[in-house]
């Protein structure tokens, strides 16, 4: 430890003990949870912190302290993508400290058990709605909800120094910036803006040491390139077809150049429509069937009853993906909501009924200090409200920038994704012309493998989680908290 550390933490201990400052903002703090019997295994902090003026943008947090050594273990803020999707996705569906089950009635709330593969068995974590406009955030001019990538990153960034003052004791805790899908581009624009305001010397000082990305949206070609080779790799397009776009493309499946091209990846796209392309291997939810499918799941030890092994809990069933433009990449400008896309308030291939009745309920969003819907709306899992524009271009010039600083970087990929097929993020991060420090090879869990591993100089790391769909929290619990916790450590994974 440095003097200057040393110094920090004596003042700011001093300043703690005569009251002139508070560890956590006491308001914040959440002591019960609709649905939930029991004592939380860790403490619960939820609130607005205002990022503009007194009617200006006013950005939710939901933070949930380590269940192990909060005061040492690393802060982790997690974002969502859509653009304008709730980060709350990945507090309910993903690896927040709950699992949900469907209430027995249609009127009755989830019912919240301890999630046995929550992150927060090993770091503490923020869950952010951002920008304005997504979620629990809001601001009372509706002109802060035309926005863009730039734009959400200056913001997060002020949401995390002002984050930190309420919070100064985690200041010493290594920070790390994680997300997913379209938080491919979140992620690496707000890394870089924190970096900026370290190298300008803003206060508070940040202690960021790295980021990771699952299944993010990178570069238009390299994502856009990535669904051919996928699809044949997978088996869901014949020899005879993905010689036929090989030749009439040229390898420029995301452009096409000519009239032949297109027609052929039109028939790749009528053969895949039928699946599910947020898992491959997953059945497909046609919008006529129950929106929460029951099925039997093996309960962890922690909540089950003496003498019960199995109980049903809720799956989150997703719609065939013929909704979804399988070959539009992000590109600069406008990038529409599903919302917007569809010309609907739904998301395609989602059901997100238990998330909306549980967070619009009037006793949940006081017990997490969330405005009511007059003035903050309602809660929808990707909103609709905002108009976002790509006026970043690609996230290959923001990774090369923050890993030869020596930031670490993880790029994981569930590998039955077909939304943002992991052909893509291999290729990009092998692009980058990095050396091998760990070549190509198994990573395993319980003495099973569970995906595949590849590591390049300068930090960054690709791995890949077999059997794993686009959301590898949800689809894939223990091995998500498998190479978190060990990434986070430092370890070998």
Partial sequence: MTVNTFLSIFIFCILLCFGLIQSAPETALVTHLPGFNGAF??????????????????LFYYFVLSERNPTEDPVVLWLNGGPGCSSFDGFVYEHGPFNFEKGDSQNSLPKLHLNPYSWSKVSNIIYLDSPAGVGFSYSGNESDYITGDQKTA?????????????????????????????????????????????DANVKPAVNFKGYMVGNGCTDDKFDGNALVPFAHGMGLISDELYQEVITECQGNFYNPANDNCESKLGKVDREISGLNIYDILEPCYHGSENKITTVTTRLPQSFRKLGETERPLPVRTRMFGRAWPLRATVRDGIVPTWPQLLNSGNVPCTDDEVATSWLNDETVRKAIHAEQASVAGEWVLCTGRISFRHDTGSMIKY????????????????DHDMCVPYTGSEAWTRSMGYEIVDEWRPWIVKEQVAGYIQGYGNNLTFLTVKGSGHTVPEYKPAEALAFYSRWLAGEKI
């Fill in 154 to 198: 200056i913001d997060s960034h002020k949401f995390l120094l002002k984050w930190f003052e309420l919070y100064p004791e985690f200041l010493d805790n290594p920070f790390y910036i994680v997300g997913e899908s379209y938080a491919g581009i979140y992620v690496p624009t707000l890394s870089f803006e924190v970096v900026k305001g370290i």
């Fill in 399 to 414: 990774h090369r920038n923050l890993t030869s600083r020596g930031i670490r970087a993880l790029i994981f990929s569930g």
């Fill in 41 to 58: 295994p860790s403490k619960h902090y939820s609130g607005y912190v205002p990022i503009g003026a007194a009617d200006g943008k006013k």
